[in-house]
């Protein structure tokens, strides 16, 4: 049974940084492409970042371009989202997700792409 277990939200001021953690656990970790994806109320879950299985390779949704990084360590089964220059809009639920398929190319940037879902973190960015 796969389980992710995000980390590291709260409350921080405009400007600020955080730094979310997603443990993983279930399946073998390296074999995936990690996702972020963030939901704000009375919105869509939209895609933030992913990284591809082995580490290489990484996709970030436009507005967050610059001042966010995704990055893993697959000896601790661990995916981390550092957020930087934080804006009153990027205040949302955070969630991570695995992949669908092992050793997935290309871009995963659709929610149906991915299997498993963390149950999510709370981010607000106070201006």
Not at 82 to 105: F, G, I, W
């Amino acid at each position: 049974q796969v389980q992710l277990v995000e980390s590291g939200g709260g409350l921080v001021q405009a400007g600020g940084s955080l730094r979310l953690s997603c443990a993983a656990s279930g399946r073998t970790f390296s074999m995936y492409i990690m996702g972020w994806f963030r939901q704000a109320p009375g919105k869509e879950r939209e895609f933030v970042a992913e990284i591809h299985w082995s580490g290489t390779g990484t996709t970030y949704a436009e507005s967050v371009k610059g001042r966010f990084t995704i990055s893993r360590d697959n000896a601790k089964n661990t995916v981390y989202l550092q957020m930087n220059s934080l804006k009153p809009e990027d205040t949302a639920v955070y969630y991570c997700a695995q992949n669908r398929n092992p050793y997935n190319s290309g871009t995963s940037s659709y929610t149906r792409q991915y299997a498993y879902w963390g149950q999510g973190t709370q981010v607000t960015v106070s201006s």
